[in-house]
């Protein structure tokens, strides 16, 4: 079982920037796909960006591409998602998420409780 814990939300002017965390509890956090995803208000819940477990490749949606980063640090245990050019319509609750490397693309097994990120125009 691998239990995620995001930080790092809150409110920022547009044009801001935030840096989310996610701290991951199992020790193998090297041998898990990472992802960060997000749902606003009436919308689904949209995929962001992930990183393999090897940190070499990473994906964005086109929405977040050219301002938001996603990144690991294998000694923390740590996902980070650095978001620049904030703009009103990224407003929403954003999740951590994890998986097994042998788990389907795009399948996500685990979840974080959620971290609010508000963007004042």
């Known amino acids: 079982q691998v239990q995620l814990v995001e930080s790092g939300g809150g409110l920022v002017q547009a044009g801001g920037s935030l840096r989310l965390s996610c701290a991951a509890s199992?020790?193998?956090?090297?041998?898990?796909?990472m992802g960060w995803f997000r749902q606003a208000p009436g919308k689904e819940r949209e995929f962001v960006a992930g990183?393999?477990?090897?940190?070499?490749?990473?994906y964005a949606a086109d929405s977040v591409k050219g301002r938001f980063t996603i990144s690991r640090d294998y000694a923390k245990n740590t996902v980070y998602l650095q978001m620049n050019s904030l703009k009103s319509e990224d407003t929403a609750v954003y999740y951590c998420?994890?998986?097994?490397?042998?788990?389907?693309?795009?399948?996500?097994?685990?979840w974080g409780q959620g971290t609010q990120v508000t963007v004042s125009s």
């Open positions: 998420a994890a998986a097994g490397v042998l788990r389907p693309s795009g399948t996500y097994d685990y």
């Open positions: 199992q020790r193998t956090f090297s041998r898990l796909r």
């Open positions: 990183i393999r477990w090897s940190g070499e490749t990473t």
